[in-house]
């Protein structure tokens, strides 16, 4: 599949929100095809993979879009027919996008960075609805604390 037809493939999936934003990286002309040792793989290595980015991605400042849209669609997808893994690159941001075999329908794609650093900015965000990180803030637990 080319980046061209990727990029295509992408702005069809209607049930990802960010699909401007992830077919804009993939047209980007920095970006490239990476070195894929395991185009092909089960759901449930999948599954499994991105469920554990779910904590590690907080945990280590990594902003990313398109994760929960993606574990969604691979609950809905038989394990009989695995997902072909299409990755690509641009400086610090990757990317991984999953589609249904030969096909060129996309599953799901998840756009990300190192940690510490922003995604670039959706073609589609407007000045009056930027995209934003939620963070909860859990104060310090005082054990020496008086009760009054």
């Known amino acids: 599949m080319t980046q061209t037809e990727l990029a295509d493939a992408i702005l069809a999936a209607t049930h990802l929100p960010e699909r401007a934003l992830l077919a804009a990286f993939v047209r980007d002309p920095g970006t490239a095809c990476a070195v894929n040792p395991f185009a092909r793989t089960s759901v449930s290595a999948v599954k499994h993979t991105w469920t554990v980015q779910v904590f590690e991605f907080p945990s280590r400042d990594v902003e990313a879009v398109g994760l929960p849209e993606l574990l969604q669609a691979l609950s809905n997808l ?17 990317m991984n996008a999953f589609r249904r075999g030969d096909r060129h329908e ?14 670039p900015v959706s073609p589609a965000a407007t000045p009056n609805k930027p995209r934003t990180r939620v963070h909860h803030s859990v104060g310090q637990l005082d054990l020496f604390a008086a009760d009054g």
């Open 106 to 119: 996309i599953v799901g794609a998840v756009l990300y960075g190192r940690t510490h650093l922003h995604l």
């Open 78 to 94: 038989p394990s009989s027919k695995p997902p072909t893994q299409e990755i690509l690159r641009s400086g610090a941001h990757s």
